[in-house]
């Protein structure tokens, strides 16, 4: 099964810029990257997604290798509130059913 | 607003009882989710939906079921709780297509312990 490899946690200071990184080697040619982030006690909430070419949108930025095998989420300019587990995530079809392979997520600690 | 809501937002159940939990949704759309969370993991995917009647297995779907009967619900069903599906169970929708790159909108949770 096509899966994520994530860092379990990163620390970054308040207003600087942040680089989660995610591995997914096994990833095949259709298959959408997606990141969500988990506040404590919260449902996820949908950050970006892209399929070859880099996205921005007004949360974040991701950046995805030529290769595939590889994708950054990008925060610019991190906040207190940015503090959160954040999801690398394939979607995947295999076998007729719909699955989204989440990986076990990097615990990101902003440091006021 | 269009929301998502879960019900109850806490349960305790005994072994071997039936147990449904809702999920309702006001975004009208077509695609649902249920997800079970365990304890410093990540979500799993149980059942989902495109639409009205119908329904899949996702990638941990035993002891679980699900039914579609209108847009807005997909309560899940838990046939005959067991301890091992003490967790926390999110519901998510998303719009029409196959879902595959829609972004998904999740309920609060419903956290569910099976004594």
């Given at each position: 099964?096509?899966?994520?490899?994530?860092?379990?946690?990163?620390?970054?200071?308040?207003?600087?810029?942040?680089?989660?990184?995610?591995?997914?080697?096994?990833?095949?040619?259709?298959?959408?990257?997606?990141?969500?982030?988990?506040?404590?006690?919260?449902?996820?909430?949908?950050?970006?997604?892209?399929?070859?070419?880099?996205?921005?949108?007004?949360?974040?930025?991701?950046?995805?290798?030529?290769?595939?095998?590889?994708?950054?989420?990008?925060?610019?300019?991190?906040?207190?509130?940015?503090?959160?587990?954040?999801?690398?995530?394939?979607?995947?079809?295999?076998?007729?059913?719909?699955?989204?392979?989440?990986?076990?997520?990097?615990?990101?600690?902003?440091?006021? | 607003?269009?929301?998502?809501?879960?019900?109850?937002?806490?349960?305790?159940?005994?072994?071997?009882?039936?147990?449904?939990?809702?999920?309702?949704?006001?975004?009208?759309?077509?695609?649902?989710?249920?997800?079970?969370q365990?304890?410093?993991?990540?979500?799993?995917?149980?059942?989902?939906?495109?639409?009205?009647?119908?329904?899949?297995?996702?990638?941990?779907?035993?002891?679980?079921?699900?039914?579609?009967?209108?847009?807005?619900?997909?309560?899940?069903?838990?046939?005959?709780?067991?301890?091992?599906?003490?967790?926390v169970?999110?519901?998510?929708?998303?719009?029409?297509?196959?879902?595959?790159?829609?972004?998904?909108?999740?309920?609060?949770g419903?956290r569910?312990?099976?004594?």
């Amino acid at each position: 099964d096509a899966k994520t490899t994530q860092p379990n946690s990163m620390e970054s200071n308040e207003e600087e810029p942040v680089h989660l990184p995610c591995n997914h080697s096994t990833i095949s040619g259709t298959d959408y990257i997606h990141w969500y982030r988990q506040l404590p006690s919260q449902g996820p909430e949908y950050v970006i997604h892209g399929l070859t070419s880099n996205v921005n949108n007004r949360m974040a930025s991701l950046a995805i290798a030529e290769d595939r095998k590889s994708s950054t989420l990008i925060l610019h300019r991190a906040t207190l509130r940015d503090a959160a587990v954040y999801y690398c995530i394939l979607s995947h079809l295999e076998d007729s059913n719909y699955q989204l392979i989440w990986g076990a997520g990097t615990k990101l600690i902003i440091k006021p | 607003d269009a929301e998502i809501t879960q019900s109850p937002r806490h349960k305790i159940t005994e072994t071997g009882r039936q147990v449904t939990l809702a999920c309702h949704q006001t975004w009208n759309h077509n695609n649902m989710f249920w997800y079970r969370q365990d304890l410093g993991h990540g979500l799993r995917l149980i059942h989902y939906s495109y639409g009205v009647q119908d329904t899949n297995k996702g990638e941990v779907s035993d002891g679980y079921s699900v039914s579609r009967s209108n847009t807005e619900d997909l309560p899940l069903t838990l046939e005959s709780a067991a301890s091992s599906q003490t967790s926390v169970y999110f519901c998510a929708s998303s719009d029409r297509g196959r879902g595959r790159a829609n972004e998904q909108f999740f309920g609060p949770g419903t956290r569910l312990t099976v004594l």
